[in-house]
């Protein structure tokens, strides 16, 4: 990270985890002179641990046959791995001062109308969503999203974008905040 210092202002420049800018910005709270901590162009990132444990549930993705919200093998294995690596992804990312959500996004191929498309992607979502919390993740910390056929996955063979895109596929938002404390 490099510094420049305009008026009562300290700049940041380049890479840090966000648990470097709080405590950098807390440092600077203490600094005679020093008003505040731009940090806008600076590049916060994840800690490595956290990072890939966000990659590993976010890789994953539950397929669903055609025109159907109910979980087929190996769907049921697949979310109870999903389980465990949010459930680590939880614990890990407490212990550095981060809030996690994980967003569920139901997706159609482009078989029927929009608005069938648009509530099966809805229901193929909420069927993640119950069998997770029923696995004890806290529906606090999910949400769900059918966007039908748009945004589509891309893939060369038409087949495989369509299985593709009969899916749930997985996003996790991580909030860097002290307790008690905003992003």
Same mark, same amino acid.
């Given at each position: 990270?490099?510094?420049?210092?305009?008026?009562?202002?300290?700049?940041?420049?380049?890479?840090?985890?966000?648990?470097?800018?709080?405590?950098?910005?807390?440092?600077?709270?203490?600094?005679? *002179?020093? /008003?505040?901590? #731009?940090?806008?162009?600076? %590049?916060?990132?994840?800690?490595? #641990?956290?990072? *890939?444990?966000? %990659?590993?549930?976010?890789?994953?993705?539950?397929?669903? %046959?055609?025109?159907?919200?109910?979980?087929?093998?190996? /769907?049921?294995?697949?979310?109870?791995?999903?389980?465990?690596?949010?459930?680590?992804?939880?614990?890990?990312?407490?212990?550095?001062?981060?809030?996690?959500?994980?967003?569920?996004?139901?997706?159609? #191929? @482009? @078989?029927?109308?929009?608005?069938? %498309?648009?509530?099966?992607?809805?229901?193929?979502?909420?069927?993640?969503?119950?069998?997770?919390?029923?696995?004890?993740?806290?529906?606090?910390?999910?949400?769900?999203?059918?966007?039908?056929?748009?945004?589509?996955?891309?893939?060369? #063979?038409?087949?495989?974008?369509?299985?593709?895109?009969?899916?749930?596929?997985?996003?996790? @938002?991580? @909030?860097?905040?002290?307790?008690?404390?905003?992003?």
């Amino acid at each position: 990270v490099q510094f420049e210092l305009a008026g009562d202002t300290l700049r940041a420049t380049g890479s840090a985890t966000h648990d470097w800018a709080y405590s950098a910005a807390t440092l600077v709270e203490r600094i005679p *002179g020093l /008003a505040f901590l #731009d940090l806008s162009q600076a %590049n916060l990132t994840l800690p490595g #641990d956290l990072s *890939g444990l966000k %990659n590993r549930v976010e890789e994953r993705r539950v397929l669903f %046959n055609i025109g159907s919200s109910a979980l087929v093998p190996p /769907a049921p294995d697949l979310i109870a791995e999903i389980t465990t690596l949010f459930s680590e992804l939880i614990v890990a990312s407490e212990e550095k001062g981060y809030r996690v959500s994980l967003e569920l996004i139901g997706r159609t #191929d @482009t @078989t029927g109308s929009n608005e069938t %498309n648009r509530v099966l992607s809805q229901n193929r979502a909420s069927r993640v969503r119950t069998v997770l919390e029923s696995r004890g993740v806290p529906r606090s910390m999910l949400t769900e999203t059918g966007i039908g056929t748009s945004d589509p996955i891309e893939a060369d #063979d038409p087949q495989e974008k369509a299985a593709l895109n009969r899916s749930v596929s997985l996003r996790v @938002t991580l @909030t860097y905040g002290r307790s008690g404390e905003g992003s």
